[in-house]
């Protein structure tokens, strides 16, 4: 099965029985939209920014690492962030950081969203 066919697995349990808090209020926050689930790389990008200072060009250098895969690249981000916390215990940053880098196939937003209507429009057509 393709990782984003369990993740619209997750995504429907999840839905059903509501069981998806991570017991941060600010990541729960990030992805209430989602179920508990990293869906877009919007909140990659937001999870970056609000529990790791980390901004602009380098966030979305990190986003991209992970994206990829570059597996080395993203730890020694994560040895680099985790040397400088400030607000976070490890053990919270790890469990962040693990939600973080949970789903490589993260979509844009905007894009998904366009997808949807696109295919929506051609169902009715035919």
């Known amino acids: ?4 066919m ?3 697995d997750h995504y429907v349990r999840r839905k059903a029985d509501g ?3 991570k017991g941060i209020p600010m990541l729960d926050k990030i992805v209430a939209p989602t179920c508990g689930l ?3 790389q919007e909140q990659m990008l937001d999870i970056l920014r609000q529990f790791f200072h980390v901004y602009g060009v380098e966030a979305n250098h990190i986003r991209r690492s992970i994206q990829r895969g570059e597996e080395e690249k993203v730890e020694a981000y994560k040895k ?3 040397a400088n916390l400030e607000d976070l215990t490890e053990s919270k940053a790890e469990r962040v950081w693990q939600v973080l ?3 490589r196939m993260a979509f844009i937003k905007a894009h998904a969203v366009s997808c949807v ?3 929506y429009k051609y169902a009715i057509v035919l």
């Open 1 to 4: 099965m393709s990782q984003t």
């Open 6 to 8: 369990e993740l619209y």
């Open 19 to 21: 069981l998806w808090t």
């Open 38 to 40: 990293l869906v877009y």
């Open 80 to 82: 680099r962030i985790f």
């Open 101 to 103: 880098t949970s789903n």
């Open 117 to 119: 209507l696109a295919s």
